[in-house]
């Protein structure tokens, strides 16, 4: 009988014991999705139209169109005014060319960007303009106020696509997350379209806007026509470590 008490003691023990011993890994936030590691680059292929319609009864347009790549370098990391941990991004730029491939070409300094990585968001500085472009936990419907941090009106957006498994430019991503805007505009006179695609490990792989306003040729709105706007979409084109 006591045999049996002690064997009944000896699994209890050793049930708790591996209970307490199991580690229990830390909840998944989605850091991930902007690694900001250092030296590590990514190479886009950029698309852009800037359209202008001369006049609202056909006077003509000089709507131009640009194509060109940027590489986004993870330089250094740096303290900010606030003495907080600050990547630098140094971007370079290869405009196209219908007889000069990009291999054969050099890159320009573009502009230099900052970026902080904290527990509860992603803060990029572009063109003297704070935006938070992540916020975590990362999860599907999340929102934030996109323009937090900088001098504008309230721009919300929301994780509209989570963990999906995406193709760019030949690069397959196991795991995608989307930032879009929340409230796009869609109506007769203009049309808004903003997301940003990040995958795990990666970073940024595909930045998309459409922004337009409709043609009022007449004094009639022409759902379509664009008068003015832009079209501009980045997508990954390469990724590694300098």
């Not at 580690?23 to 936030?29: A, G, R, Y």
């Not at 379509?224 to 084109?237: D, E, L, P, R, W």
Request: with cysteine; hydrophobic share 35%; glycine share 6%.
């Amino acid at each position: 009988m006591k045999l049996q008490y002690y064997s009944i003691f000896a699994i209890i023990v050793l049930f708790f014991s591996c209970k307490k011993d199991k580690v229990i890994p830390p909840p998944d936030l989605g850091y991930d999705y902007y690694p900001a590691k250092i030296k590590s680059y990514i190479v886009y292929d950029v698309d852009s139209v800037v359209y202008h319609q001369l006049g609202q009864s056909g006077g003509g347009s000089d709507t131009a169109r640009f194509k060109f790549q940027i590489k986004e370098v993870m330089d250094t990391l740096v303290t900010d005014n606030q003495n907080r941990p600050t990547v630098k991004i140094i971007r370079y730029k290869k405009m196209f060319s219908a007889t000069i491939p990009y291999s054969a070409m050099t890159w320009t300094l573009q502009d230099v960007w900052v970026a902080n990585k904290t527990t509860t968001d992603v803060e990029v500085v572009e063109e003297n303009v704070r935006y938070t472009k992540l916020a975590f936990p990362a999860k599907l419907n999340v929102t934030w106020n996109y323009t937090a941090h900088a001098d504008t009106v309230e721009v919300d957006y929301q994780y509209t696509a989570f963990d999906v498994a995406a193709t760019l430019n030949g690069n397959s991503f196991s795991k995608t997350l989307t930032a879009a805007l929340k409230n796009p505009n869609s109506s007769a006179i203009s049309y808004q379209n903003y997301y940003e695609q990040y995958a795990r490990g990666v970073g940024l792989i595909c930045k998309h806007v459409e922004d337009y306003q409709y043609s009022q040729a007449g004094g009639y709105a022409h759902p379509g026509v664009i008068a003015s706007g832009v079209y501009y979409v980045m997508t990954v084109n390469s990724y590694g470590t300098e």
